[in-house]
Antibody, heavy 117, light 105 residues
Framework: QVQLVQSGAEVKKPGASVKVSCKASRDTFTTYHIHWVRQAPGQGLEWMGI????????KDAQKFQGRVTLTRDTSTTTVYMELGSLRSDDTAVYYC??????????WGQGTLVTVSS | SYELTQPPSVSVSPGQTASITCSGDKLGDKYASWYQQKSGQSPVLVIY???RRPSGIPERFSGSKSGNTATLTISETQAMDEADYYC????????FGGGTKLSVL
């Protein structure tokens, strides 16, 4: 069973950074690449990037290049998404998820990040 | 840039069939997936590779594709099906449609 457990809600000021974690079981960590998808309030789903937890290789969506950093900790089977230079329009729920057969089968519970002065 | 287009809203009466479309350039050459998202919850995969249903998804959810348009069909729609539905495909990276709000009236 794939399980993805994310960290709790965050409130940040504009210009700050936020780091969201996504803890996976060891089987999930070694089997699947982990994607990050966000959803602004009342808006649709937006893909941000992917990390291979085994190799650490990442690919970011062009929109977020230079602002997002995906990392992992193999000792705790946790992946991280750090978004910098936060703006008010980065207020969103951030999800980690895994893909099989070109579809997102498993999702974390989501982490609300609020950017407000 | 590549886009997937969905109608913003669809309404259906309980017990009737709801159809939600998703169109995109060359979607016929890609796999389409569909997600159900209820308020305050994470998305749930209901259809993948155009027409396959994950375990646990009721048979009344089905998917099809014709040309560059994918369609999610919900038969015998129930009140519990009221949700936002998103299509998704790949164009070098994953892409989602804008979402369709299904109202069961």
């Amino acid at each position: 069973q794939v399980q993805l457990v994310q960290s709790g809600a965050e409130v940040k000021k504009p210009g700050a950074s936020v780091k969201v974690s996504c803890k996976a079981s060891r089987d999930t960590f070694t089997t699947y690449h982990i994607h990050w998808v966000r959803q602004a309030p009342g808006q649709g789903l937006e893909w941000m990037g992917i990390i291979n937890p085994t190799s650490g290789i990442t690919k970011d969506a062009q929109k977020f290049q230079g602002r997002v950093t995906l990392t992992r900790d193999t000792s705790t089977t946790t992946v991280y998404m750090e978004l910098g230079s936060l703006r008010s329009d980065d207020t969103a729920v951030y999800y980690c998820a895994t893909v099989t057969a070109a579809a997102f089968h498993y999702w974390g519970q989501g982490t609300l990040v609020t950017v407000s002065s | 840039s590549y886009e997937l287009t969905q109608p913003p809203s669809v309404s259906v009466s309980p017990g009737q069939t709801a159809s939600i479309t998703c169109s995109g350039d060359k979607l016929g050459d890609k796999y389409a997936s569909w997600y159900q998202q209820k308020s305050g919850q994470s998305p749930v995969l209901v259809i993948y590779t155009d027409s396959r249903r994950p375990s646990g998804i009721p048979e009344r959810f089905s998917g099809s594709k014709s040309g560059n348009t994918a369609t999610l069909t919900i038969s015998e729609t129930q009140a519990m099906d009221e949700a936002d539905y998103y299509c998704q495909a790949w164009d070098n990276s994953p892409l989602f449609g804008g979402g369709t709000k299904l109202s069961v009236l």
